[in-house]
């Protein structure tokens, strides 16, 4: 299992983001992403009657809607060790299927990335 420390400074700069969007949020998950840039989109898990989506895909969304063109990197963190495939469909869409998504525990432990 691969160390928070492990990760560029960039790299943990994301984590940390979505570890806050979470925990101030009280949501399901936080995320962030990082485009070609250097900006970085933080949210939450949106749950409304007539919305539901990840907290990747809204970040995802989120920096689609402000005119990033591509991603450099994206990290999650929720309690499920693995992202189901729209997650990871979605930053490949405006990444590249390289592009690394670091999925994080609550705590901040990274589960292995497949």
Do not use: C, F, W
């Amino acid at each position: 299992m691969t160390e928070i420390s492990e990760l560029d400074p960039e790299d943990r700069k994301i984590v940390t983001l979505a570890r806050s969007a979470r925990a101030r949020n009280g949501v399901p998950e936080g995320a962030a992403v990082r485009d070609e840039t250097g900006r970085t989109y933080v949210a939450g898990t949106v749950a409304l009657e007539s919305l539901q989506l990840s907290a990747l895909r809204t970040a995802v969304a989120m920096a689609v809607a402000s005119g990033a063109t591509s991603l450099e990197a994206a990290a999650v963190v929720t309690t499920s060790p693995t992202l189901p495939p729209e997650d990871r469909a979605a930053v490949s869409d405006l990444g590249t299927p390289a592009t690394p998504i670091h999925v994080a525990a609550p705590d901040g432990t990274l589960h292995p990335t497949p």
